[in-house]
C-alpha cells in the first residue's frame, strides 16, 4: 500500500523525494478568480460559491449566536467535557507562552527601549468542514487568539451540504469564546476575511489549515492581513520507527493523518526490514477495515511512502528533508533523538506521544506548518495575533555620546536633516 523508496548505501538518502505538488498555475488561477469575485460581489459572490462546491443553499452566511447556545445545550456531557478539557490545555500553554513588556537599558549607549506587546483588534480563524467536523481546530485556532488579548474572534467553516455547520463545531465555538461564525468555506472565505463582506467585517489576522485552495489563498492574501508564515494545508505525518514500538501501533500512526483525505503526505522510515514489512502488513489489514478508508487510501495513493534507510541518522536526514507537519520518533531514547530534528512542526516522542494528542489536547495549537514550510516557520502561536512596538528614550547625557556619531552616519548617507535635528539638541548648530 505504501511505495517503497529504498536509499540504502546511497550517498544522500534524501536527494530527490518526491513531494505532493499543491500550487501550480490552474489552482493558483482558480483561486485568484474565486478572490476577485467575493471583491467585487460580497455576500452574493459567497452565497452561489457556497451552493456550488458545498451544497449548501443559505440566505445568510452568519451562523445566529443562539445556534451556538443551542448546539452546546444538545452536545453529550461526555464530549462537552473534552471540549472543555482542551480548551483548558490549549489556554494554559498559550498563557505561558505569553510575552511582557520588558525594559532594555543599552550599556554601552544609554539609551532606554521599553519593548511592549498589543493584540491585533480583529482574527479569522479558518476552520475546515465538508469532508468531516473539526471542532479542535476551533480551540487550536480562537483559544490562542483570545489568550493574546484579541478583541474579536471570528470562524468560517464551511457548511456539510444542506446541513450547515455541525453542531459539534457550534458547539466547540461556544466553548472557545468566539464572537461570530459564518457557514462560508474555501477560498472564498479566506477573501471574505481579508477584504469584507456586507456580513462579514474584514480582520487583521487569519489563520487555520485547509486544503491547498485555502492554504494558496492565504498566500495571495498576506500582506493584506496577516497570515502565520506557515503553509497550512493538507495534514502530513513521518514516522521513524525501529521496532520497540508495536507494529501495529506504528501502522495506525503512519494512517491517522492520512484519513484527512487527498493530498497531504504518510511516510514510514525505517532501516529494519521486518519493521518495514510488519508495519506495512498492519496498514493494509487497518485500511481495510477502516471507515475512512477512501480518504486513507487517496492520500497514501499519491504520497504514502515507505523509506528503507541504513540507519538512524540517514532517517533523520530523510525527515529533515521532508520536514513534515507532524514527526512521531517510535525510537528508542526517543526524547534524545529528538534533539537532533532541525525540521518538523512538532516532534512526538515514543509509544505513547501519538500525534492524535497533539491534535486535541497536548497544548500547543494544532495549526503547523505543512508542504515544508517547517524548515522556517512554526506552529501558531500568541505571536501571531501580537504586534510588538518598542519605546525609545535618550536622555541629554545619552544623546552627547550618541550625537557625533548620529551626525556622522546621517551625512555620509547625505540626509542631512537627519544630522541637524540631532546636531541643534546638542548646541552644535
Known sequence: MLSILDRRNTADPAADLPRPVLDGDEPTEVVRGIIESVRADGDAALIELTTRFDGAHLDDVRVPTDDLDRA?????????????????????????????????????????????????????CYVPGGRAAYPSTVIHTAVPARVAGVEQVVVCVPPAGADGVAPVTLAAARAAGVDEVF???????????????????????????????????KREVAGVVGVPSAFAGPSEVVVIADGSV?????????????????????????????????????????????????????TLASAGH???????????????????????????????????????GAVFCGRFSPASVGDYLAGPSHVLPTSG????????????????????????????????????????EGLVAHAESVRMRMGRS
Open 246 to 298: 508495536p507494529a501495529a501501533e506504528a501502522a495506525a500512526d503512519v494512517i491517522l493523518q492520512a484519513e484527512h483525505g487527498p493530498d497531504g503526505l504518510a511516510w514510514l522510515i525505517t532501516w529494519d526490514e521486518a519493521v518495514a514489512e510488519a508495519v506495512g502488513a498492519e496498514i493494509t489489514a487497518q485500511v481495510a477495515a477502516a471507515p475512512r478508508r477512501s480518504d486513507i487510501e487517496a
Open 72 to 124: 452546546w445545550e444538545q452536545t453529550a456531557p461526555v464530549l462537552q467535557r473534552a471540549l472543555e478539557a482542551a480548551v483548558a490545555s490549549v489556554d494554559a500553554y498559550h498563557r505561558h507562552q505569553m510575552r511582557t513588556s520588558s525594559e532594555f537599558v543599552n550599556p554601552t549607549t544609554g539609551v532606554r527601549i521599553v519593548s511592549a506587546y498589543s493584540p491585533v483588534r480583529r482574527a479569522g
Open 373 to 412: 514550510t517547517a524548515r522556517f516557520s512554526s506552529a501558531l502561536t500568541v505571536d501571531d495575533f501580537l504586534r510588538r512596538h518598542h519605546t525609545v528614550t535618550v536622555d541629554e547625557t545619552a544623546l552627547g555620546r550618541i550625537g557625533p556619531d548620529v551626525i556622522a552616519l546621517a551625512e555620509a
Open 183 to 217: 457557514a462560508v468555506g474555501g477560498a472564498q472565505a479566506i477573501a471574505a476575511l481579508a477584504y469584507g463582506t456586507e456580513t462579514i467585517a474584514p480582520v487583521d489576522v487569519i489563520c487555520g489549515p485547509g486544503n491547498r485552495y485555502v492554504a494558496l489563498a
Open 306 to 344: 515507505l523509506v528503507l534507510v541504513d540507519d538512524l541518522d540517514s532517517a533523520l536526514a530523510v525527515s529533515d528533508r521532508i520536514a513534515p507537519e507532524h514527526l512521531e520518533l517510535l525510537v528508542v531514547d526517543a526524547e534524545t533523538v529528538a534533539t537532533r530534528v532541525r525540521n518538523a
